[in-house]
């Protein structure tokens, strides 16, 4: 009998492959300002503390919008959302490749911020409506490694794009790249599985309290992780390394991190005694040696800082947005909002303070408060797992106070 997860039916390749495009593409804006900052900054005129300023504009214009478009999204459908996202992102990357300011860069990174609060939503709603549970976990390791690959194309652009066609470049090619995810959406209606497991149609939801504790703690890991990804290569160039050595290392570092999430997203679907959210506590509590690694400033340090930070410290995302929709499968995307809401805070605040203090300080003292969110993180995400476990299995009916919204739309129909 054909699994349907790998059933040409099912829709399962084309969720998985339109999924991993879309989040790349919408976080792709704010990780290509990071890894060209160096450059940037010569022709824009700003430092460090403006770099985390408009991260925390694209962020934070998430961060508020994330509820309403998880709500927005539950209505229209995943297919709509999607071309919603991709659409929003083309223009901010037309608009940064044309910007001539700190705040039209500012601006352009609100927009930005816009289609990023709808593909979340987007892409776990698709998710959860074509892809099996027995492969949820690998599907959601997957999307959540095109973030990683989102850094990987932003160390690749550097010497390949910037370092010969200026910075500029590497915005406006992307352009038709996002273009090409809206219209890919368009023509591709989604299918969703037909499972045999009646548990799978049964959405226990996750406890109110429990989802407000993976909320706080993913964004204090969020902001800790978002500010490795957006000034590594700045802290890098800072401490000696030459800025084509940290663009191929931030490369390296991205293939690193999407290699992990993959791997944990599918470790996740044969893991029974371990969830999804304790071992995504136990990866922050590693991942934040990393960050405490690279405050040394010394270049073999700094190195398998980035490494462990990437590998561990960032490598839990997956697993939390895994564990929410595998627990709220038809709500996934009113699920995933609740969840994005800290998520995206977080991934605002962090680049905004991390910036702060290495302008004021230095990036030695910012890497080291980084890392302590991230064990701050670890302990709240470990609490939230022990009142999940403790409170019900993923396979009973929903207790009172759970995240269960009513009411789903199913694309295509």
């Known amino acids: 009998m054909k699994s349907s997860y790998n059933s040409p039916r099912s829709g399962a390749f084309g ?6 495009a879309l989040t790349a593409v919408s976080v792709s804006p704010v990780f290509l300002v990071g890894a060209v900052a160096v450059q940037m900054r010569s ?3 700003f430092d460090a503390a403006s770099i985390g300023l408009v991260a925390a504009i694209m962020f934070g214009t998430g961060g508020l919008l994330a509820r309403p478009a998880g709500g927005l999204v539950q209505k229209i459908g995943s297919r709509w959302g999607t071309i919603a996202a991709a659409g929003t992102s083309m223009f901010a990357f037309l608009g940064i490749g044309m910007v001539q300011d700190l705040a039209g860069l500012a601006i352009c990174l609100a927009v930005a911020g816009i289609g990023n609060a709808l593909s979340q939503p987007s892409t776990n709603l698709r998710i959860s409506l074509a892809i099996a549970r027995s492969r949820l976990g690998l599907a959601m390791g997957i999307k959540q490694a095109s973030i990683p690959l989102a850094n990987l194309l ?3 652009a550097i010497p390949g794009i910037v370092l010969t066609l200026g910075w500029r470049w590497a915005f406006l090619l992307a352009v038709p790249l996002a273009l090409l ?3 890919l959406a368009l023509l591709s209606p989604v299918r969703p ?20 504790m993976l909320s706080a703690g993913g964004g204090l890991a969020a902001g800790a992780a978002t500010s490795l990804g957006i000034f590594f290569v700045a802290s890098s160039v800072s401490s000696g390394i030459s800025p084509a050595s940290a663009g191929y290392l931030f490369a390296l570092l991205g293939l690193l991190g999407l290699a992990s999430r993959i791997g944990l997203g599918a470790l996740a679907d044969r893991m029974t005694r371990v ?5 995504a506590s136990w990866l922050m509590f590693a991942g934040a040696t990393g960050f405490f690694l690279q405050a040394v400033g010394e270049t073999p340090l700094i190195i398998i800082g980035a490494v462990v930070g990437y590998m561990a410290g960032w490598a839990w995302p997956g697993l939390l947005h895994y564990g929410v929709v595998r627990d709220s499968r038809q709500s996934a995307a009113s699920a995933t909002g609740a969840l994005q809401v800290g998520l995206s805070l977080g991934a605002a ?4 303070s991390f910036g702060m203090l290495a302008a004021a ?11 302590t969110a991230l064990l701050t993180a670890s302990l709240l995400v470990g609490c939230a797992d022990r009142l999940i476990t403790g409170r019900r299995s993923p396979f009973r009916e929903a207790l009172p106070g759970t995240f269960v919204p009513a009411g789903h739309r199913v694309d295509g129909q």
Request: no cysteine; aromatic share 6%.
């Open 15 to 20: 969720a998985v492959a339109g999924s991993v």
């Open 43 to 45: 022709e824009l005129q």
């Open 154 to 156: 932003g160390g690749l």
């Open 181 to 183: 995810v809206a219209l």
């Open 193 to 212: 599985v037909q499972e045999s497991d009646a548990r799978a149609h049964k959405d226990p939801g996750t406890p109110r309290l429990a989802l407000v």
């Open 275 to 279: 969830g999804p959210y304790r071992l």
């Open 349 to 352: 605040l962090g680049p905004l």
């Open 361 to 371: 300080n230095s990036y030695a003292l910012a890497w080291t408060v980084a890392g």
